[in-house]
């Protein structure tokens, strides 16, 4: 069992930055993949970022794509996402994930999820 717990959400202004992070407990995360969602408000989960158990491959969304930087320690057990250059659009909640399986990653069929964490980009 993993459990998965976000943080690093906030109130930002539009240009600004921040970095979430996604602590994981319970096993090592070193042979997950792992991601980022995002839920906006009466709208699907949709996929943001992948990045494989070494870290060295990693997958973005056409729309996060060269803004968005997904890495992670896993001396330390932790995911985490920068978001630079934010966009009114980019508001959402933010969810990180993980299975074993990189492709479950990209079908939103992750084993284990987080509760998420609030992201909101004013105009």
């Known amino acids: 069992q993993v459990t998965l717990v976000e943080s690093g959400g906030g109130l930002v202004q539009t240009g600004g930055s921040l970095r979430l992070s996604c602590a994981a407990s319970?096993?090592?995360?070193?042979?997950?993949?792992m991601g980022w969602f995002r839920q906006a408000p009466g709208k699907e989960r949709v996929f943001v970022a992948a990045i494989g158990p070494s870290g060295r491959n990693t997958n973005y969304a056409h729309s996060v794509n060269g803004r968005f930087i997904i890495s992670r320690d896993n001396a330390w057990n932790t995911l985490y996402l920068q978001l630079n250059s934010l966009k009114p659009e980019d508001t959402a909640l933010y969810y990180c994930?993980?299975?074993?399986?990189?492709?479950?990653?990209?079908?939103?069929?992750?084993?284990?999820w987080g509760q998420g964490t609030q992201v909101t980009v004013s105009s």
């Open positions: 319970g096993r090592t995360i070193s042979s997950y993949a």
């Open positions: 994930a993980a299975d074993t399986k990189y492709l479950a990653i990209f079908t939103r069929s992750a084993e284990y």
